[in-house]
């Protein structure tokens, strides 16, 4: 089992930086006007795609992991949330040119190669189209040996600092962008999710225990390297 799909059976309806609470101040923050068409890149359980859909934007979600997408299509359903849902990669997005106004992904554009998921964000936004990217950036370059760790277990293809990120979107085609200063990561908190769904027999799995624990031994060892910004960019 790889740490998405230990996500996605652990039903987890917000795993980036800030939890669900940031999610929701940075759509407060943007005011989106109804009608909105926005992409949500690596949507995961497809909590943050159905907010936005119940604030009246047209919402299509796509994730790579096809545990993510069975999840999030419940919680569509479930909660009657008219959210388009479509197992595709963030790297090679399977909608033409120009058709979003807003592209919104959280904790996913470091988990994927290269420079391949900014150009398609750019690809596939509007002129004037904007991209909000929430993303994992660390205080300081890291050795190869922390990053191998952090690789190996997340899955993690980039764990960039903050002049990293610049220097990935300054060789993009955005036209404009900025980031938030870095904010360090705070403890994660949980908070209620009502259209979450929890496979119990996972805390059964020893297996699924033991990576469970190693998230929280590599969360601790790293927590004072690890942090977040959220990258704003402008397509012209
Ligand atoms: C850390 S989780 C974040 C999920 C969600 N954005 C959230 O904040 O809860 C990373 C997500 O990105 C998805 N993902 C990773 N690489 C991807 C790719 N290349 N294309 C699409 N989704 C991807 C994973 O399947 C997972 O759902």
Redesign the pocket.
Known sequence: MD???L??RLG?????PGGFQA?KELITQISFPRGTKVL??????G??ACYLASLGCNVTA????KE?IQKAAYRAKTGNFPVRIVQ?????IPFPDETFDAVF????TA???GSS?IGEYWRVLKPKGVLYD?ELAFARKLSTVQKKKLQSF??LHHMRTVPEWLKLLSLSRFHKYSTSPFTKMKQLVTDNDPLRVIEHELFTKPDAVAMMMKNERLMSSFSNLMGSIVITAWKA
């Open positions: 740490y998405p799909t996500l996605a987890e309806g917000s795993a980036h999610t949500e890149a690596g949507c995961g359980t909590r943050t796509i994730d790579r992991n993510m595709a990669d963030a790297a090679s992904t959280e904790s996913v988990f994927t190669q998921a929430r997340y899955g």
